[in-house]
């Protein structure tokens, strides 16, 4: 559309000329361009297209609103998203029914992790070391709360979601709100307090902390340090349902459970009451069935005593027959025990005269093993072989011809006698 030459010479463009008319110089500028930076609001339409904003990887305010049609999108070797680094290539256009500038997207690679995805793993990476993720740290749920905590903005659906799924599923439950915004700068000392709050107050059994959907940057607040360790630090069993199902915060991985949704977390944290009535109709049959059992058999068993009470005499002819048998044992007692008794003793009176005759045998087999050792050494029996044995004629025994010398007068002594002796000569024996 060309633009219109009033009679004053002044150039007025129409406004679908004008946004043609930039639209053709930026084609002409622009044609093909690359650009890298940070995806922030992903969303992927039902048609395929795929709309996003693309924000300045060095953190300048400045951004770039981006459109990848589906042709483009099928041809991606990844799965894009929020905080994702990348570097794109495409034209620039205006988008002529808002008069937007925007970036149509004809290719698109991974160049790394943006600024905010950067920060969210360096923290996780550190708070994990500090234990705070760990799972022998989580707690189990109440089975069956009688007050839960929500800790969620009043104006977002999240708060709406979790009391109609409580409603619907466990309204014999009550809920206490402690409100806090959960996006903003304002968001994460809100929430800590929230918490401290629930936590000093403990008068619910858990805590729901939830919020809707988003993108990185609305969810921020939930990965904020502060708020994460009040979440790992807190009295109270805290579900976390932030986001949908694909978002995961560090608040989720701090909590005792995580939650796909606020719904879900609802849910998670509530049993159904129908579900607890069918339990409780169940066990009321066990009871009665087990109730009407006992009956029975106390009934069969006061039966069985009253057809016993009914016959005395039987019980009676009982006792007396047993009576009779103790009596016929009682008369047989003594006669048997004499007998026992005398038996005992006729096997028990040889035992003596053996031992006695045995004990005579060993000590005279004793005696004369002791005569022949006595004999043996006897030395009137070594003389009577021919040996005589010197003294000094005192009775002193000589030994060695060292206590001899020539003219000592000695005694020998033979088997038969004793003769006086005198010493001619002395001959030691050779020494070695």
């Not at 992903?42 to 996003?52: I, L, N, V, W």
């Not at 001899?404 to 000569?425: I, S």
């Amino acid at each position: 559309m060309e633009a219109r030459e009033p009679a004053s010479n002044r150039r007025i463009w129409g406004v679908a000329g004008l946004v043609e008319a930039i639209t053709q110089s930026l084609a002409e500028r622009f044609s093909v361009v690359a650009v890298g930076g940070e995806i922030g609001g992903f969303t992927r339409a039902a048609s395929g297209h795929c709309y996003f904003t693309l924000k300045d990887a060095d953190g300048l305010a400045a951004s770039l609103r981006c459109a990848m049609f589906r042709r483009a999108a099928a041809m991606l070797d990844f799965t894009p998203g929020d905080g994702s680094l990348v570097e794109l290539r495409g034209r620039v256009a205006i988008y002529e029914p808002r008069g937007e500038l925007q970036f149509v997207v004809e290719a698109m690679r991974r160049a790394g992790a943006g600024t905010l995805y950067e920060q969210f793993m360096k923290l996780r990476a550190r708070l994990a070391a500090e234990g705070l993720f760990d799972a022998d740290t989580k707690r189990k749920l109440p089975s069956h709360p009688r007050r839960i905590g929500v800790i969620t903005s009043t104006a977002g659906a999240a708060l709406h979601d979790v009391l109609t799924a409580l409603t619907r599923r466990a309204p014999q439950v009550e809920v206490v709100v402690y409100p806090s915004p959960v996006q903003g700068v304002e968001a994460p000392p809100a929430l800590v307090s929230a918490l401290r709050t629930a936590n000093e107050r403990a008068e619910v059994d858990v805590l729901l902390l939830v919020r809707g959907g988003g993108s990185l940057e609305d969810l921020w607040a939930f990965n904020d340090e502060r708020v994460v360790r009040a979440v790992a630090m807190s009295g109270l069993p805290v579900v976390c349902g932030v986001g949908h199902e694909t978002d995961v915060t560090l608040c989720d991985l701090a909590a005792d459970l995580r939650a796909p949704t606020p719904t879900a977390a609802a849910e998670l944290a509530a049993p159904a009451r129908d579900g607890l009535l069918q339990q409780l109709a169940a066990l009321e049959r066990g009871l009665l069935l087990r109730l009407d059992h006992r009956l029975q058999s106390t009934a069969q068993r006061l039966d069985r005593l009253s057809l016993r009470l009914a016959r005395p005499s039987d019980a009676l002819a009982r006792q007396h027959r047993q009576l009779e048998l103790l009596a016929q044992r009682a008369a047989a007692a003594p006669a048997r025990r004499v007998e026992l008794q005398r038996q005992r003793l006729a096997h028990l009176a040889p035992r003596p005269h053996r031992a006695l005759a045995e004990t005579l045998r060993r000590q005279a087999t004793r005696l004369d093993a002791l005569q022949a050792r006595l004999e043996a050494l006897d030395p009137q029996h070594v003389l009577a072989r021919g040996y005589a044995w010197l003294d000094d004629g005192r009775g002193g025994a000589i030994t060695s011809v060292q206590k001899l010398q020539a003219g000592t007068a000695v005694r020998a002594v033979l088997a038969d006698g004793h003769a006086d002796l005198q010493v001619l000569q002395v001959r030691p024996l050779p020494q070695g």
